[in-house]
């Protein structure tokens, strides 16, 4: 249930409802707007009785909200959210793009291949530390150090960061460090991790497990606000079906489907969706000048040099855009 | 196998090496491109001996080809395939919008649509006069006499006629009124029909089976024209998955794996794929602007007339584009 | 709509109830049960008005039917149907095997098999005359030389036959030589095809689309029993989904869904599903003993010979129960 | 790869063995069979040169492991895995119980079921303590209260207790308080989670993904094997698919899938994968007599009592076995 305050209600009145949501045995989240504040009623199963709220001054009206989501469900936050990174806003129209190598394997790496990103417009750049692995003999990423070259490269660069978290301890690394908190498709579930993310002081780009209905993302997504951090962008990356062609088919219709119920800003990954450099150009060409709000994609120099990671360009998982 | 014969080749040194190929057992489908012509060996389950053909005339060399699919494969036709109707062209990069009501319900109906969707920009008219239903209790089309509206609606528009076939008698009827043959998903895998469908005059629009991978439909394609209808264009519409929020999952990658290995021009659904009118434009704007030749779409009147066909605007399978 | 006579109505009584349900402009269809007759009302495409034909002679009451398939449906014939062909009766709880090769390549291979299986406790012959393939390259069955083959099995061992119709001049044939009429899970779909199954004169065994659903399936049923063919037996065969360590997904929960639902009989086939030889028998132990009435499987001679069929024990899709 | 040593190899040449591993760069893991040990090189990415190795004494022969897993792998461990807990066996054939409601809701709930399942045969206790939710706002579980309460209920009845960690503070009281560690589907790639697991005293049951290939599976069952903790029990409980008409679709052949590769055991949990009551039976019957090594199923009280937990036997998510 939202409670929704009059235009002119005090700060005052909007603790004294809070207040009284906490008599009930609720939660209750000000979710300020442009002309007037709402409060959100979290934490009940079934209805809730609105009688005691509606007689305390400077409430206007509750409305009910249907969805399990609250905060992120576009019923309780009409206008779409835009988020503020830098210098960028992302959820405002302009596509951003987000480029960079699958993982950060050295300064001279990271940087060769951002200056290259920056040049072609991108805005953010991202790259792994801590690289959530199939295999348990895999490069598991540089860790902090990584950060560190992360840091050096918007410092040289002026690039934005965008980095993976994979647990409680990367997570607080890399809130120190980055500018936008990843949780990859397979911690999608981790609620765990979901829950400390919505403490962190950063942006959470948050990536759709490769299958998750959109009702469960945003679910993953209410986990995140309903801990306090409301600036959670979602990306669309592909999800797992019987077609063979692509390593995951590219859910576009995610974007509609999400803008529609939640007023989180979404974002596109075609890369990881077409699993080979060649679909990214034909994919991005629909998507960037369509719907989603910023488009995701690997990069890696050119000519392709070894490294450690499985990476390298000669892999399918790498892609130049 | 491809045998390319050379650039001043003569038909009858073209019709010596077919002789050769039926002569050892297989078929060979001449293939006439710009500079010159190629026979394509078909038939044949193993390797084949070449060596009898590379010693006749006016042969240049042989090109294994390792696709099971062979004519409608890039390797035996390296240039994209454009199919001309009337006085469009598919398959030339210009997007040609084909849009039209579910089933065909009479003329009025029919004539109605079919002016709004010309003021749109469609230059081709679909509408259903044969309908795979579900049910067997649902309205089944209105059968030839839907095929005599259609010709009426190209008479008063100028708009080229693409209307489904689904069982040998009709194709035969739809063969002889419509501009285009259209085999739905249904029967994607009706080797019959696809066969039949290989001697029809008209250009075969085939839909992808909501759970076939790209080499199925290749192979279905290639039964078309391994027949002699080498006029077939593949229409992607949305496979079948877990994901709820829309009908289908628009397979967006299919375009550029079919491009990848394919001459056949491809166009896209969006509007089966969604399953809702207000999903159309997000999905096809990213569309139309990039990798397909064309794009599809259900239409209605509006406002929603009552209608037998279950394809009214307000159910969620009708569209207006 | 059902309308279910008395215990004591006459044959007058029904006869006038069918004529006033076609007076209504839908068609009657009798169902006649151990006790008394019921009549399920088709081709409605809203709810009935009964008060007609509660005031007639003879009529107990009428039962909404629910489910859009009517004739299959539990909700008109609440006792499992039981099908006989010759001395075996499917559906009765007893476990029928069918087994034999992918298609029939010769009288001495076919010979051979059938012995082999009906030694292992089969009753029931397989074996392709008409091959559905996905290329038009393949071997596509010996057709009605093939049909002649498999009427000499029976002969010789006493096996009933079931083979597969492809389109509308197979399906006679089929008729007229096999004891069950096989449609294959690609032409689920073919309305045209499952119209003409319902004017058969042998049982239907209507094999499950690797990418229907359930009401899918029972409306494919329905098709076949709407048009007076009532003998359908079901066959779960795998669907397709991400799953890539079997061909397709054995669905075994579809049995208990089906007999939920429906009256039909349904038989499971782990050996399409498994598509790998040794997999049958883990899946089949489980399987036979359970829920399905009947299992089938695919059996080669050993040691392999070579075929032209690709089906070959050397090939994943051969299999030896 | 895997080392081999003779049959009277001693433990200083197992030891020199490891330590020339270790020098070469990689982890060597030993592997003690009833005969002889063997010793898992694991860490390297490519071909592993072996020439250092054969010349050391006690060596037999290496062996390479075509796997991306090979401590899980049969390859390095040919025989079946049996792990046992209390007085029980898990992997010798036998099928053991494993059954218990939902969510832990108080002593009293849990004591009632405990009873009725030890009564009906049942071997372990399942029921959840920390309960991994969609949403936020659904119960979480009692912590460590539920527990002690699962404590007291092997106290009680002799039954073990099996219960779920979902991050790393509750797999440390889980590893305390129960006998077997389960980890669920959602945090089947949580890599992080699954290494603390290989650190764990007790042993692991791994649930499958619901999206999860075998293949991806059996690595998260590596990453637990490869941090020390070989007694991992897999468990299936029914992927995600676009049937719709059980909650999941149970993969049957996962169980010969598994048992051909790896050496672990199975089990296999059709209450999940079915999401309704009745079709525990129909699908229990098949699988408990023939391939998995145990059965696992959620039970509640009859007849229900309100529960704050969602998993009361009105909503589909709750079976009696």
């Known amino acids: 249930m939202l409670v929704v305050m009059k235009n002119d209600a005090t700060q005052s009145q909007v ?5 009284e949501i906490e008599r009930m045995g609720y939660r209750g989240v000000p979710m300020p707007g442009a002309q007037r504040t709402a ?19 400077g ?10 989501y609250k905060l992120v469900s576009r019923e ?9 990174v830098g210098d960028i806003k992302i959820g ?12 950060v394997e050295s300064e001279e790496q990271a940087l060769t291949i951002a200056r290259l990103v920056k040049k072609s417009g991108a805005k953010v750049f991202r790259g792994g530390a801590f690289k959530p692995r199939t295999s348990p003999y895999s490069f598991q990423g540089l860790g902090e150090e990584g950060l560190k070259i992360l840091a050096k490269v918007r410092d040289e660069t002026g690039l934005l960061i965008v980095t993976e978290a994979t647990d409680n301890s990367s997570l607080e690394l890399v ?5 936008i908190i990843q949780i990859g498709a397979r911690n999608m579930h981790n609620y765990s991790l979901l829950r400390q993310a919505g403490h962190a002081s950063k942006p959470v780009l948050l990536k759709r497990s490769f299958a998750a209905t959109i009702e469960e993302w945003l679910m993953s997504a209410e986990y995140i606000s309903s801990e306090g951090n ?4 979602l990306c669309e990356r592909g999800i797992r079906t019987f077609s063979d062609n692509t390593r995951n088919t590219l859910d576009l219709s995610a974007i509609p489907s999400v803008k529609q119920v939640s007023h989180l800003p979404i974002i596109v990954d075609p890369s990881h969706a077409a699993g080979r450099r060649d679909y990214v150009i034909p994919l991005s060409k629909g998507l960037s000048l369509s719907a989603p709000t910023a488009c995701w994609s ?7 040099t070894p490294s450690p990671t499985g990476c390298s360009p000669s892999t399918p998982s790498s892609l130049t855009n």
């Not at 603790?15 to 207040?19: D, G, L, M, N, R």
């Not at 690997?298 to 392709?304: D, F, K």
């Open 230 to 233: 409301s600036q959670v962008i």
């Open 15 to 19: 603790k004294a409802v809070i207040q």
């Open 298 to 304: 690997r990069c890696t120099t050119t000519p392709p």
């Open 92 to 103: 405002e129209g302009k596509p951003v793009i987000m480029a960079g190598p699958c993982a």
């Open 59 to 68: 409430v206007k009206e509750t409305v009910r909200v249907t969805k399990q």
């Open 76 to 84: 309780t936050h009409p206008q779409p959210t835009t988020i503020t």
């Open 175 to 179: 809130d120190r460090y980055a500018d």
């Open 39 to 57: 409060i959100c009623i979290v934490g009940n199963t079934g209805p809730v009785d609105d009688s005691g709220l509606l007689v305390l001054e």
